[in-house]
């Protein structure tokens, strides 16, 4: 598993507006749809591409284009949906597909409660979306989901992550080098309600403007 924090001057002023609590939930979103947009031309440094021939107005010449089958982008509900259009205004022909994850309060297991997605993800290079990684238990369970659908690769997309969800991450698929993280910022640690500190809240409380 390989773990990106990206380096960058837009990424880390971004961030910090985005961690201020008095930030408004549309410029919470706004800033949430740049960043993402930023992270994903990092994480699509590896997309497949064939050649192809291209007209210009002058000539013929070779240009890129993404290889089939196309990247497949999977917000983890309901949170991810506001990373969903920062990705997907960078790679617009990528397919989308959805997946809700939630703990299950009395066995504390990651139930998944809703999916669209292609029944065979055989050769799919996955770009998974989820804003926090916290304690990693969700997305431990969507990254076995995707392999178990035959992805060939998951790239998941974070925000924020603390190194608690990151080690857990390594616990089950460290050896892995099918899977890629990205994030904008990697903090302290959990506190004991398994909220990231420093962190910046409930990100899908704060994008549909349900913080209290």
Known sequence: MRVQVVDHPLVAHKVSVLRDKNTSSPVF???TDE????????????????????????ATTTGTAFAKPTPLVV?????GLGMLEGMTR????AEVGFLGMARDEETLNIVTYAE???DDLTGRQV???DPMLATGGTLVEAIKFLFARGAESVTCICLIAAPEGIARLEET????DRIRLVLAALDERLDENAYIVPGLGDAGDRLYGLAQ
């Open 35 to 58: 960043l993402v947009t930023l992270l994903a031309y990092e994480a699509t440094g590896e997309v497949k591409t064939v050649e192809v021939q291209v007209e210009t107005p002058v």
């Open 75 to 79: 917000p983890i509900l309901r949170a």
């Open 116 to 118: 669209r997605l292609p």
């Open 90 to 93: 960078l790679v617009p022909t």
């Open 173 to 176: 698929h460290g050896g892995d």
């Open 29 to 31: 979103r706004q800033l």
């Open 127 to 129: 770009f998974l979306l």
